[in-house]
């Protein structure tokens, strides 16, 4: 699964230039290749908005395919960083949480 898959806002990560030559290739933002890239790997991606239009355009990359070459070039990134990191606490949160529906 991937959490913050677009860096949480990471400028440096959108504006890669491979996702730029990739976006004016397939005529899709950089942001659409990186969460193409995402599912075509096989990962399961929330990005999350409350801006309409990049909600809209989070789910508009269902309709083309990077090459296997375009896949290769973009697993060549590696940044070292982590956007999402889990503490015990957070996980125990995460764990007793419940819906205000389901609560007595």
């Known amino acids: 699964m991937s959490w913050y898959p677009l860096g949480h806002g990471d400028k440096s990560l959108i504006?890669?230039?491979?996702?730029?030559?990739?976006?004016?290739?397939?005529?899709k933002s950089p942001?659409?290749?990186?969460?193409?890239?995402y599912t075509q790997m096989g990962f399961a991606v929330i990005?999350?908005?409350k801006n309409m239009d990049h909600i809209?355009?989070?789910l508009d990359i269902l309709d083309f395919r990077l090459s296997d070459d375009d896949m290769a070039e973009i697993a060549k990134l590696n940044k070292s960083v982590?956007?999402?990191n889990r503490t015990d606490e957070?996980?125990?949160g995460f764990a007793a949480?419940?819906?205000?529906?389901?609560k007595e």
């Not at 504006?15 to 005529?27: D, H, R, T």
């Not at 942001?31 to 890239?37: D, E």
């Open 15 to 27: 504006e890669e230039s491979v996702f730029a030559e990739l976006g004016k290739k397939y005529g």
């Open 47 to 49: 990005p999350g908005s």
């Open 90 to 92: 957070a996980l125990a």
């Open 56 to 58: 809209r355009d989070n």
């Open 97 to 102: 949480w419940q819906p205000t529906y389901e």
């Open 82 to 84: 982590r956007y999402y």
């Open 31 to 37: 942001a659409q290749i990186i969460l193409r890239w």
